[in-house]
């Protein structure tokens, strides 16, 4: 395993997509964690100290435990990273009067282990505004720059290793060749995390977790709580019943299409609750998407705590929670900025009667679809677009109201459809319709109208950490606003998003 020690940076995500691709495992932690924390982990091959927004010389900077330097195996700083590497162990960091964003050309020294194979200049990605001044002691130079003299330093003694670029940005082009030499040459990783290797090892941990206990899992169709409704079955079997709530916060059809498809999955072990009025009157009148979030997380876990009296003797909940979940959750309380929480992370109750179960916490989104096909789930479950948990009240923005729902579901299902009528579904990550909270003049049969704008979504992404805006035909933009504006009542304009994630998200709350 490779740990990552995540200082903020953007990019760090993408540092553990890089490693996963390679087949070796990793997961990110907050920068300032005890390195008790990290204790139980066996076979810690090297760790990875991430870029970040502070200054190193800041009086509140982020840092790592002291601990790590003694542990005795290979360090390597990207940005922030190699910058806490120079400070700590006697070098100097000092703003840049020349900053660096964006590609630079860097002359590498190809003879030192981490830039094997590379090219004498390579065109990396530069994101910082301080730099080196002076260099730690036992340290030489491994890569210059035009602004950056010590854009990497190597300690082999030491096994630690700082690079002032990121390697694992796409940007850098022979960046993968770096993260490989890291994890392979340096740290002696093998490619041997696979999902029917994941399979084995998360089964028997359920089963050591678990033990005979009983589990209710909250089940919402998706993709992520399908795949774990799968993962745990395989564990534990009949100990697992389903319970799928109607929230009325679903897409068109939704719950027919659950009994349907899912049902015959896992028969008398899926329970269907009716809990539309229970959400929507929590909800009214709540704007702030925050809000939303927590009041959804803790009707949920209301609601399959009662589900859970009714069976008697369940001790665990089971979630779909998967890693940019938990990732973009927990940066929320170490961030000066926060993006936003997760029904299923933040939005959860301090004190809850059930402990849980999340067998897909370390996984992103295209892990967790190579795992549904390896657990033998249907195409048509596993091939579906990304559903927000907290269903359409993310997709309402403004108040919740049964009208706006109508509206919206309506919208959705045009989208969904003219999609699939293009051959588009499939090439596309997630495509869908939003209600504005704000109405419209418009002329419909010589009458005037004030009605909602509905706009349309559609991005493309690897991991949901970052989306680009997909481009879609103007004759289908055309159909999609015709067939909204001519179908659905109450909807007199279409618009849309043209924004990437970052600086948006995909969701619009």
Same mark, same amino acid.
């Given at each position: 395993?490779?740990?990552?020690?995540?200082?903020?940076?953007?990019?760090?995500? $993408?540092?553990?997509?890089?490693?996963?691709?390679?087949?070796?495992?990793?997961?990110?932690?907050?920068?300032?964690?005890?390195?008790?924390?990290?204790?139980?982990?066996?076979?810690?091959?090297?760790?990875?100290?991430?870029?970040?927004?502070?200054?190193?010389?800041?009086?509140?900077?982020?840092?790592?435990?002291?601990?790590?330097?003694?542990?005795?195996?290979?360090?390597?700083?990207?940005?922030?990273?190699?910058?806490?590497?120079?400070?700590?162990?006697?070098?100097?960091?000092?703003?840049?009067? @020349?900053?660096?964003?964006?590609?630079?050309?860097?002359?590498?020294?190809?003879?030192?282990?981490?830039?094997?194979?590379?090219?004498?200049?390579?065109?990396?990605?530069?994101?910082?505004?301080?730099?080196?001044?002076?260099?730690?002691?036992?340290?030489?130079?491994?890569?210059?720059?035009?602004?950056?003299?010590?854009?990497?330093?190597?300690?082999?003694?030491?096994?630690?290793?700082? !690079?002032?670029?990121?390697?694992?940005?796409?940007?850098?082009?022979?960046?993968?060749?770096?993260? =490989?030499?890291?994890?392979?040459?340096?740290?002696?990783?093998?490619?041997?995390?696979?999902?029917?290797?994941?399979?084995?090892?998360?089964?028997?941990?359920?089963?050591?977790?678990?033990?005979?206990?009983?589990?209710?899992?909250?089940?919402?169709?998706?993709?992520?709580?399908? !795949?774990?409704?799968?993962?745990?079955?395989?564990?534990?079997?009949?100990? $697992?019943?389903?319970?799928?709530?109607?929230?009325?916060?679903?897409?068109?059809?939704?719950?027919?299409?659950?009994?349907?498809?899912?049902?015959?999955?896992?028969?008398?072990?899926?329970?269907?609750?009716? /809990?539309?009025?229970?959400?929507?009157?929590?909800?009214?009148?709540?704007?702030?998407?925050? =809000?939303?979030?927590?009041?959804?997380?803790?009707?949920?876990?209301?609601?399959?705590?009662?589900?859970?009296?009714?069976?008697?003797?369940?001790?665990?909940?089971?979630?779909?929670?998967?890693?940019?979940?938990?990732?973009?959750?927990?940066?929320?309380?170490?961030?000066?900025?926060?993006?936003?929480?997760? @029904?299923?992370?933040?939005?959860?109750?301090?004190?809850?009667?059930?402990? $849980?179960?999340?067998?897909?916490?370390?996984?992103?989104?295209?892990?967790?679809?190579?795992?549904?096909?390896?657990?033998?789930?249907?195409?048509?479950?596993?091939?579906? @677009?990304?559903?927000?948990?907290?269903?359409?009240?993310?997709?309402? $923005?403004?108040?919740?109201?049964?009208?706006?729902?109508?509206?919206?579901?309506?919208?959705?299902?045009?989208?969904?459809?003219?999609?699939?009528?293009?051959?588009?579904?499939?090439?596309?990550?997630?495509?869908? /319709?939003?209600?504005?909270?704000?109405?419209?003049?418009?002329?419909?049969?010589?009458?005037?109208?004030?009605?909602?704008?509905?706009?349309?979504?559609?991005?493309?992404?690897?991991?949901?950490?970052?989306?680009?805006?997909?481009?879609?035909?103007?004759?289908?933009?055309?159909?999609?606003?015709?067939?909204?504006?001519?179908?659905?009542?109450?909807?007199?304009?279409?618009?849309?998003?043209?924004?990437?994630?970052?600086?948006?998200?995909?969701?619009?709350?």
């Amino acid at each position: 395993m490779i740990l990552i020690l995540d200082f903020g940076s953007q990019y760090t995500q $993408l540092i553990a997509r890089r490693i996963r691709e390679e087949k070796v495992y990793c997961e990110i932690y907050p920068g300032n964690k005890s390195l008790d924390c990290f204790s139980g982990i066996k076979d810690l091959k090297g760790i990875i100290l991430s870029g970040g927004y502070d200054s190193v010389y800041s009086k509140n900077a982020p840092c790592p435990d002291p601990k790590i330097w003694g542990l005795n195996i290979p360090i390597l700083g990207i940005c922030y990273g190699m910058q806490l590497i120079a400070e700590h162990l006697g070098g100097k960091v000092v703003p840049s009067k @020349h900053r660096e964003f964006g590609t630079a050309n860097v002359n590498m020294k190809c003879g030192c282990s981490l830039f094997k194979g590379l090219k004498s200049k390579e065109m990396l990605w530069m994101s910082h505004s301080d730099k080196l001044s002076k260099m730690p002691k036992g340290f030489k130079i491994t890569a210059k720059s035009e602004n950056s003299p010590y854009a990497a330093i190597e300690n082999t003694s030491e096994n630690i290793y700082g !690079v002032q670029f990121h390697p694992e940005v796409k940007h850098s082009l022979n960046g993968k060749k770096i993260i =490989q030499n890291f994890i392979f040459n340096i740290c002696g990783s093998q490619r041997d995390w696979t999902m029917k290797s994941y399979i084995v090892d998360e089964v028997k941990r359920i089963q050591e977790q678990v033990g005979k206990s009983k589990v209710l899992c909250a089940l919402s169709g998706g993709v992520d709580s399908s !795949v774990a409704a799968v993962m745990l079955h395989k564990a534990i079997g009949k100990q $697992l019943t389903c319970v799928y709530v109607d929230h009325g916060l679903q897409k068109l059809g939704e719950t027919e299409r659950v009994r349907k498809v899912l049902g015959k999955m896992f028969g008398k072990n899926l329970i269907i609750v009716d /809990a539309k009025k229970n959400f929507l009157s929590k909800l009214k009148g709540v704007i702030d998407p925050e =809000q939303k979030r927590k009041i959804i997380g803790h009707t949920f876990i209301e609601v399959f705590d009662k589900e859970a009296k009714k069976l008697k003797d369940i001790d665990y909940l089971l979630q779909g929670t998967i890693y940019p979940d938990i990732i973009e959750s927990v940066s929320i309380k170490r961030s000066k900025a926060p993006i936003k929480s997760h @029904h299923n992370v933040g939005g959860l109750p301090e004190k809850m009667k059930m402990k $849980l179960v999340e067998p897909l916490k370390f996984l992103f989104k295209d892990e967790v679809r190579v795992l549904g096909r390896e657990l033998g789930i249907p195409e048509e479950i596993v091939d579906r @677009h990304p559903f927000p948990g907290p269903g359409l009240a993310v997709r309402t $923005l403004g108040e919740v109201t049964e009208e706006k729902l109508s509206i919206l579901k309506a919208a959705d299902d045009i989208v969904n459809q003219e999609i699939i009528k293009a051959r588009l579904y499939e090439k596309i990550w997630q495509s869908f /319709a939003v209600i504005l909270p704000v109405k419209t003049v418009g002329v419909m049969g010589d009458a005037r109208t004030y009605e909602h704008v509905i706009a349309i979504r559609a991005v493309n992404s690897d991991d949901a950490m970052t989306a680009d805006w997909v481009k879609l035909p103007y004759d289908l933009l055309g159909r999609i606003s015709s067939r909204i504006i001519n179908e659905v009542k109450g909807a007199n304009r279409v618009v849309y998003d043209i924004s990437n994630k970052p600086p948006a998200t995909i969701e619009w709350e």
